[in-house]
């Protein structure tokens, strides 16, 4: 899914305002700190703006296709403590090469600056966190809310027995028994077996239409469970369900998805 800042030419124009203002307000926190000359400052807060810029629209994929608010309580605090650690030492790190780059004879006193860097970094990466996490539920809202399509009686439709996927020369033919569940991985679907996992280019859609309905449910806009692998399913979010399969590994299920698979179980 593309950025929202990059949908068009005006946003585009409001990102690059924005990571400017970051970089103005960065100068502003360091001015008088160290005896650099003001010109040197702004610039070093222009380029590591236009790095945290950078460095956001690369977590905007992060947040969006990577389940950092799953799982337990103590996985969601670990996946975002090291998400952020890794920010900080890419933003942090990468500005102070910048500084030897460009103005080597002030690294060494701009280098004095580098734990206000690391907890304004902090603020900035968390708010931005925060803000898109936001955009993905209530998108994913939006979709749980849409109409189900009207049923149309047609003839009765072919399911798929197998599916094939080519790995390099290889070419596996995966029972759809076999299947545990199915995950979107941008233009690709992933499909998980108990034997291994395998890269599909196709979509979820695809899959959902054309797998027994009876069976496979879309539990989610990014995911298609087995309902025979299922082993527990429970609250543990407002308008979240957690599943648990057989196997142990454990997947999410939007509030439509849980519906879904109640009917489909027949609970």
Not at 30 to 40: C, D, N, R, Y
Not at 111 to 138: M, N
Not at 210 to 226: K, Q
Request: with cysteine; proline share 4%.
């Amino acid at each position: 899914m593309r950025h929202p800042a990059f949908n068009n030419f005006p946003r585009q124009i409001l990102y690059l305002s924005l990571c400017i203002l970051t970089g103005l307000a960065l100068t502003l926190c360091q001015f008088g700190l160290v005896p650099v000359s003001a010109g040197v400052l702004l610039l070093d807060g222009l380029m590591l703006g236009i790095l945290a810029g950078l460095l956001a629209y690369l977590l905007w994929f992060v947040v969006f296709f990577a389940e950092l608010s799953g799982g337990q309580p103590m996985q969601r605090i670990v996946n975002h403590s090291a998400l952020m650690v890794l920010l900080l030492a890419v933003w942090v790190g990468g500005g102070y090469l910048l500084e030897l780059l460009f103005f080597p004879a002030s690294a060494g006193e701009l280098s004095k600056t580098l734990p206000l860097k690391a907890v304004f970094g902090l603020l900035l990466f968390l708010s931005v966190i925060r803000l898109y996490q936001d955009w993905k539920r209530e998108k994913d809202l939006l979709e749980d809310e849409l109409p189900d399509s009207p049923v149309v009686l047609s003839t009765p439709q072919k399911f798929l027995d197998t599916i094939s996927v080519k790995t390099g020369q290889k070419i596996h033919l995966v029972q759809v028994s076999d299947i545990l569940y199915l995950q979107a991985e941008g233009d690709y679907v992933m499909i998980h077996t108990a034997e291994g996992k395998y890269l599909k280019e196709q979509t979820m859609k695809y899959f959902e239409e054309n797998l027994p309905a009876e069976r496979f449910v879309r539990i989610h806009r990014s995911c298609i469970v087995h309902a025979d692998c299922i082993s527990k399913i429970e609250l543990y979010e407002k308008q979240n369900y957690r599943i648990t399969l057989k196997s142990g590994q454990q997947l999410k299920a939007s509030s439509t998805g849980y519906k879904q698979l109640k009917a489909a179980l027949k609970l």
